[in-house]
């Protein structure tokens, strides 16, 4: 069973990334890359925190699928992930660097009110106040609400007005 192994050649050791924060990225092929390095980019995937096999299984699916959504658990720097990743011949764009958001800072940035927050965008005023004086989180729902407002919110607050019917 030794010679076996040995035949196989040394094994490469994951080199983690110790500290950093959690993003969500999506992960595609590139399409003039000339040549893949599936193994360089799971390396990549594992070095953020993922198992390997995890990280071989996200690659898989971006090869199969053409498209993987992957979180991360420790990035460091995002533009690193794809810088590194596009070396390897995929491409990577973030989605979503973590999962908290700031409601406060979301809303302050609007110039809005609680009241008028919630109003606006189909809030409970209780909610929002629970959210920014970290009583409660938003929902996994609500916290992609939020996200869309903090993203586009004259869009959003035309969606969501009523338009009076004819």
């Keep these: ?16 990334v110790t500290s950093g924060t959690p993003a ?13 390095k599936t193994i360089d980019a799971m390396f990549v995937l ?4 993922l198992s390997m096999l995890k990280a071989k299984r996200q690659i898989e699916a ?3 699928r053409g498209q993987a959504t992957v979180e991360l658990p420790t990035v460091e720097d ?3 992930v794809v810088a590194d990743l596009d070396k390897a011949g995929f491409e990577a ?9 700031d409601v406060r800072h979301v809303r302050q940035k609007l110039g809005l009110s609680r009241e008028q927050f919630a ?17 409660r989180e938003p929902d996994t729902a609500a916290r992609s609400y939020l996200r869309v407002i903090s993203n586009a919110p004259e869009q959003v607050g035309l969606a969501y007005a009523q338009t009076p019917s004819p």
Excluded at 2 to 7: L, N, Q
Excluded at 24 to 36: A, E, N
Aim: aromatic share 6%.
């Design 119 to 135: 109003l606006r965008y189909g809030l409970e005023v209780e909610a929002v106040r629970n959210w920014e004086t970290g009583k």
């Design 24 to 36: 969500v990225f999506s992960i595609r092929l590139q399409s003039d890359h000339p040549d893949l």
């Design 1 to 16: 069973m030794k010679e076996r192994f040995a035949r196989l050649g040394p094994v490469r050791a994951v080199d983690r």
């Design 46 to 49: 594992a070095r953020r925190g």
């Design 93 to 101: 764009q973030l989605v979503q660097l973590s999962t908290t958001l």
């Design 62 to 64: 971006v090869i199969e």
């Design 78 to 80: 995002t533009s690193a």
